[in-house]
């Protein structure tokens, strides 16, 4: 993969910010109608709720059932991003994909939680390049609106992935 190292390296001390002051210990707006979580925050349907939450996208597949919410009006999405076992997989059609799921929860007036083990690397890059897609804000860009928020610690692998997107949308 091709990259500018220095931007590289500017954008990862972004996304690696381990110093934000951001709370991890409740589902983060990090956009409007766009929320970012663990997986112990995805088990809290009467908080989610209340949030308004209208749909689910779960990073971490095997951590629910697909009838957990069920009975609670939410819908639930599971997306496999297994970043540890396909170190080689190319996430960039999952990331437009799920940019697009997410786009359209928003646009008919819902509001998504996407959430991972953590909640500070898969469901953080996944918002970033839905930022990046959607929303038209280069990785830097991107990358700043979710840290100053949330702490995030994406793998490199993610790193790599969201910036050959950014070459794929921008160019550079």
Do not use: W
């Not at 610690?153 to 794929?168: E, G, T, V, Y």
């Amino acid at each position: 993969m091709d990259y500018d190292n220095d931007l590289f390296l500017s954008v990862s001390s972004h996304l690696k910010d381990r110093d934000s002051e951001a709370k991890m210990t409740h589902c983060t707006e990090v956009y409007p109608d766009l929320f970012v979580g663990t997986d112990m925050q995805s088990e809290n349907k009467k908080e989610l709720i209340i949030m308004g939450i209208t749909d689910v996208i779960s990073f971490d597949v095997h951590y629910l059932s697909s009838n957990f919410y069920r009975d609670s009006g939410i819908n639930y999405h599971p997306v496999d991003i297994s970043d540890e076992a396909e170190p080689t997989r190319n996430y960039i059609p999952l990331f437009l994909e799920t940019a697009d799921l997410i786009d359209r929860i928003i646009r008919k007036g819902g509001k998504a939680f996407l959430f991972c083990n953590a909640g500070y690397r898969k469901s953080p890059a996944v918002a970033i390049a839905y930022l990046m897609s959607k929303r038209r804000m280069p990785l830097t860009q991107a990358s700043i609106q979710i840290a100053k928020i949330r702490r995030i610690l994406p793998h490199d692998r993610l790193i790599k992935q969201l910036f050959a997107l950014n070459r794929k949308l921008y160019g550079v």
